[in-house]
């Protein structure tokens, strides 16, 4: 229960823990574990016990490679749990509910929100979220960017809901219709996810393009037609632009967010065809403009969601067809066990979605 008078984020929450452990940022590639105090929603805010925790590629660069600057930031922003307290004004809310982590709510009023794309909207602030996020025993969250938790999925498979709909909302950027040859460069978790998508929609085929061992075994259970290292894409000199890969595709989606990455996938492209970037990374490449103009190529970038994308992703993970479970590595990971699980995908040791679980050492499986 919320008590009255706690509107300024002082107030005491009833039936609570004063403390809760919070895996926070050190230094690059060190976060440790300590106690914090348990946060107390204010006005149109929910306290969210957290359950599952996934890891995203945005974490790693955050933690792993220091672009959380100052330490003390707890991050992940993947969750589900469930409602712990509310602020006031809340509605629809009650202690006990199960939730799903949305997106954070835009504008609703510029150009690009009243278009149906809140990816754009022009009033949203920096990409690098300052508040404490889900490594934590309890976040707090906007009331309007929670959503119920739906019959038949458990909390550790709604948690890649955010992943998804990432995923999906690269799908959607791309153009890609039935009957489209498709690329996937990266099997990491996004570009699985993005394997799983096609392959659920009937859409294909699709070859995946990755070096790992153990991720380009996923991609094949994933169904992938063709799995590729990415020393076996041919690339061109610029005074070939026109000539094209034996394998060429309509659509390519690079996940990765590697600088060689981009500019393979690049030339992996028949006339006419589109490459979106779904991967950031911090290294620009370089497109032959003979080779866009000749071919008439499309690059495009995609960021975050679509409008309905958490929904869109959750109705899609509670699917008979969906390979839920191949996508989420089997041991779950503690708090104190964030570091290891960072350094690990970064070398491309897991496969799947790795879930960290804040309130008990370990709930593999649940």
Known sequence: MY???????????????????????????????????VPTPGPGQVLVEVDHCGICGSDIHLLLEGWAGKPGLIAGHEFTGSVAAVGSGVTGWSPGDPVVGGPSPRCGRCRRCREGKPAQC???????????????????????????????????????????????HGITRSGVVIGDTVMVIGSGPIGALSIAALVARGIGPVIAVEPGERRQQLARALGATEVLHPDELETFPAWEPERQSERAVHIVLECSGRKSAMEAGFNQLRRGGTLCLVGAGMEHPSFDPNRFILNELTVVGSFVYDLGGFEEALDLLAGDNFPTELLIEVDDVPLDGLSDALAGLAAGRFAGKVMVVPQVANRAGT
């Open 3 to 37: 008590r009255p008078g706690s509107e300024g984020g002082g107030g005491v929450l009833s039936g609570l823990p004063e403390t809760m452990p919070a895996a926070v940022y050190r230094r690059p590639g060190v976060v440790e574990v300590e106690d914090r105090p």
């Open 122 to 168: 022009e009033e949203r602030g920096s990409i690098v979220d300052e508040s404490d996020g889900a490594f934590a025993g309890y976040v707090v969250a906007r009331a309007g960017s929670l959503i119920r938790l739906p019959t038949g999925l458990t909390s550790r498979q709604a948690a890649l809901a955010e992943p998804l709909a990432v995923a999906l």
